[in-house]
Antibody
Framework: EVQLLESGGDLVQPGGSLRLSCATSGLTFSIYAMSWVRQAPGKGLEWVASIGGGDTYYAESVKGRFTISRDDSKGTSYLQLNSLRTEDTALYFC????????????????WGQGTMVTVSS | DIVMTQSPDSLAVSLGERATINCKSSQSVLDSSNSKNYLAWYQQRPGQPPRLLIYWASTRESGVPDRFSGSGSGTDFTLTISSLQAEDVAVYYCQQYYNSRPRYTFGQGTKLEIK
C-alpha cells in the first residue's frame, strides 16, 4: 500500500521559516513527480509546487519564497517555506502524480493526511 | 492560468436520488492530439484528504463505486452520482492538469449534503 506522511508543520511568526517533509512508502519514489497542495481553514484546494524529472514548478503566490526538493534515496519530498505570511496559514498536503514516466504532470492519485502551518504573531 | 468554476456551490439531495455537479474551465483542457480531457474530480470528506474519483474527465479511479461518473469535453464537465449514499456527503472539487508545465487549478468546491 502506498502511503504519504507529512510532518514539520508548526506555529511560526510572520517572516519566519519552516521545512515540511513528505515521507513515502510502498512505491518506487524516484519515478514519480510529487506535489504540494494547501488548504486554508474552511477554504478550497490550492496547488503550491511540483517536482519531477529535475524540474520544479511553483504557484505565483509562493514563487521566490518556497522551495520544493526531493531525496530519492530516502523516498522523501520537502517544501522549504521562507518569508512566511499570515495568508500562508493552511493544511499542507503532499500528493503523488498518478502516472510515472510519461513526460507530463497528471492528476494526484495518492494524498497524505496533511501537516498544519499556522503563521501568526 | 486556467480558471475552474463549479456550480452549484452547495447541493442537497435525498438518499437514492441523483446528484449533478458542474465544472467549467476558462479555456479548453482537451488535447486534440490524443482526444484526452485533462480534468479530474476529487471527493473530500470532512477531516480527510482529497480522494481521486475521476481522471481524463470520465475514467473512474480503481475502487471508486460505479455510481460515480464523469462526462463532458473541452470546457464543460459534469460529475454525476447516480444514487446518493450517506457516505457521499463531502465537498467535491474539479481540477485541470492540462499544462505540460504544471499550473494545476481547482474549482472552488461543491458541498454535497443529504436533504
Amino acid at each position: 500500500e502506498v502511503q504519504l506522511l507529512e510532518s514539520g508543520g508548526d506555529l511560526v511568526q510572520p517572516g519566519g521559516s519552516l521545512r515540511l517533509s513528505c515521507a513515502t512508502s510502498g512505491l518506487t519514489f524516484s519515478i514519480y513527480a510529487m506535489s504540494w497542495v494547501r488548504q486554508a481553514p474552511g477554504k478550497g484546494l490550492e496547488w503550491v509546487a511540483s517536482i519531477g524529472g529535475g524540474d520544479t514548478y511553483y504557484a505565483e503566490s509562493v514563487k521566490g519564497r518556497f522551495t520544493i526538493s526531493r531525496d530519492d534515496s530516502k523516498g522523501t519530498s520537502y517544501l522549504q517555506l521562507n518569508s512566511l505570511r499570515t495568508e500562508d496559514t493552511a493544511l499542507y498536503f503532499c500528493a503523488k502524480d498518478q502516472v510515472a514516466g510519461n513526460g507530463r504532470y497528471d492528476a494526484f492519485d495518492i494524498w497524505g493526511q496533511g501537516t498544519m502551518v499556522t503563521v501568526s504573531s | 492560468d486556467i480558471v475552474m468554476t463549479q456550480s452549484p456551490d452547495s447541493l442537497a439531495v435525498s438518499l437514492g436520488e441523483r446528484a449533478t455537479i458542474n465544472c467549467k474551465s476558462s479555456q479548453s483542457v482537451l488535447d486534440s492530439s490524443n482526444s484526452k480531457n485533462y480534468l479530474a474530480w476529487y471527493q473530500q470528506r470532512p477531516g480527510q484528504p482529497p480522494r481521486l474519483l475521476i481522471y481524463w474527465a470520465s475514467t473512474r479511479e480503481s475502487g471508486v463505486p460505479d455510481r460515480f461518473s464523469g462526462s463532458g469535453s473541452g470546457t464543460d464537465f459534469t460529475l454525476t452520482i447516480s444514487s446518493l449514499q450517506a457516505e457521499d456527503v463531502a465537498v467535491y472539487y474539479c481540477q485541470q492538469y492540462y499544462n505540460s508545465r504544471p499550473r494545476y487549478t481547482f474549482g472552488q468546491g461543491t458541498k454535497l449534503e443529504i436533504k
